[in-house]
């Protein structure tokens, strides 16, 4: 027995076995016109973007059968869908101008259509258990605090008297955002509250200048900026969670407003949790936890523009025991970095207390697409990076694929893994690089540089080497050392790589303990 259930801007549709969740664009959103989706028979609506559509939806129960149908194409010659592991390039059946995959579990994918002109990400999450929209110890934005759904005026007011008043209740309190959009200026989140962003809603940066605190000057972009939605200092046990969008608007702050905003900061926290929503069009970088400890981000959705420079997806700054797992970072610049930086300097100006080490950071599971790099640390390393793992995630496009970057600082990058990893694609160039690897110190400050110590990649799978040279290379002063490789296998050999030149390492200035294990 089928049952369905709409609403404005979500629906709920269930089939023995399997339960399907798709949330609707919001009013200031267009669907693409590349894509249409059906799940189970359901239509699920697809968004337009800059350079790719997305659909994002939320299931389970069981198996979900999706087809995706390419509208401006009257047949699919070839197609790829990245991660491979998951094996839809096998399962996927054609049929005409339609693609038809089964999806076990809640995933997210890029599917790549031949002479299309558009990849699709699909965003399946695990399903919503939403929270209810009333009652003890809920704060309804709207129907409690007047915020303004329609998206006509700014409803930071609203927002900040919400999130005030779950803090004076205390643990358990959840500020409930209803579908809508919301124009808001800063946000700070205090400590014990949730922010819970239904389906449909939409948090936006507006872009002008006067609804927002000037936080820092970014040089390299010339701009000034904010710290938009922020935690409060020395707070603890936040969470932001849901299947809502947080929209900074990036091509309109960068190019007409001319301010910017970092979207989400966990800022001198501690157990602080994101969990699902969607963060879009960002003008500067994104997803930031910085100087906090004890951060999980699961399910996180980064989805920027592709014409857009510095807009990193995720960067983990000056913090530690921190977990990103089961995300996708979209961005022209890097897509999933670590990084360390002196106080009081163009963005630290905003940060609360002395700079700190970073250490014990694990990103598990992510998808990367970037013009820059995949996976990496740096290029800031003022103080300390140890301890940091990137395992089981991929690499759909970028111009690096995995890389520790020293350019900034003369602090030590030591005790670095990557495992379990895999590179699709690689495009373009960073800085004069294009590889699957790159671990080098650049003099980025003059007479000031740091060494590189013991990394290791294990069990790497190489489907695109790039055009130029892997890099293992210090400069005086500054070392490269101990970096260990074993079964890292290339497409090109159709096998693991026997010798540091079939790894395709031929600059190693300054370096030392470079080997391939057996």
């Keep these: 027995m089928k049952a369905i259930l709409l609403t404005l801007l979500s629906f709920v549709y269930a089939v023995p076995a399997v339960t399907i969740q798709g949330y609707k664009p919001a009013p200031i959103y267009t669907e693409s016109g590349y894509y249409s989706l059906v799940i189970e028979g359901q239509r699920v609506p697809v968004h337009a973007f800059d350079g790719y559509a997305y659909a994002h939806f939320s299931f389970g129960g069981g198996p979900a059968k999706m087809t995706i149908k390419a509208k401006q194409m009257s047949s699919i010659t070839t197609f790829s869908t990245s991660p491979r592991r998951h094996g839809f390039d096998d399962s996927g059946v054609v049929s005409g101008n339609t693609l038809t995959i089964t999806m076990k579990e809640p995933v997210y994918i890029i599917i790549y259509i031949k002479n299309s002109k558009r990849q699709l990400i699909i965003a399946a999450d695990p399903l919503d258990t ?106 603890r046990d936040i969470k932001v969670f849901g299947r809502g969008t947080i ?155 995995l890389g520790v970057h020293h350019k900034w600082g003369s602090a030590i990058a030591h005790e670095v893994q990557f495992t379990e990893m895999s590179i699709d694609n690689l495009h373009g160039s960073n800085d004069g690089h294009q590889a699957w690897l790159e671990v080098f110190v650049q003099e980025g400050t003059k007479g000031i540089y740091g060494p590189i110590d013991d990394v290791a990649l294990w069990n790497i799978a190489v489907r695109a080497r790039g055009g130029s040279a892997v890099w293992t290379r210090g400069v005086p002063g500054a070392p490269v050392s101990n970096v260990a490789f074993k079964n890292i296998w290339f497409k090109d050999l159709n096998r693991a790589a026997r010798s540091l030149n079939e790894l395709g390492i031929t600059e190693t200035s300054y370096s030392s303990g470079v080997l391939l294990k057996t």
């Design 247 to 401: 929209d900074a608007n990036g091509l309109v702050a960068q190019k007409k407003t001319k301010f910017i905003a970092h979207a989400v900061v966990p800022l001198n926290t501690t157990n602080f949790v994101f969990d699902g929503p969607v963060i879009r069009d960002g003008g500067s970088w994104t997803l930031m936890p910085t100087r906090s400890s004890y951060v999980t981000i699961d399910h996180a959705k980064v989805l920027n523009r592709m014409n857009l420079g510095e807009n990193d997806a995720i960067d983990v700054q000056e913090s530690q025991h921190v977990v990103v797992r089961n995300s996708i970072g979209i961005a022209l610049d890097d897509a999933f970095s670590t990084k360390t930086w002196p106080e009081n300097v163009e963005i630290t100006v905003a940060y609360p207390g002395p700079a700190q080490p970073l250490y014990n950071v694990t990103f598990s599971n992510c998808l990367a697409w970037t013009h820059c790099y995949g996976f990496k640390v740096g290029q800031g390393v003022w103080q300390e990076q140890r301890n940091i793992r990137f395992e089981w995630s991929t690499v759909y496009d970028a111009a690096v694929g």
């Design 130 to 235: 939403a929270p209810p929209v009333s009652g003890k110890g809920v704060f309804n934005v709207v129907t409690q605090y007047g915020a303004d759904a329609s998206g006509k005026s700014l409803s930071t007011n609203a927002f900040m008297t919400a999130l005030l008043a779950a803090n004076s209740y205390g643990k358990g309190s959840i500020v409930y955002v209803p579908p809508g959009v919301y124009p808001i200026g800063n946000l700070v989140l205090p400590s014990f509250i949730s922010l819970y962003l239904a389906p449909g809603s939409v948090l936006r940066f507006t872009g002008n200048r006067a609804d927002y605190t000037k936080h820092w000057h970014k040089n390299s972009q010339n701009l000034d900026g904010t710290e938009w939605i922020r935690t409060a200092h020395k707070s």
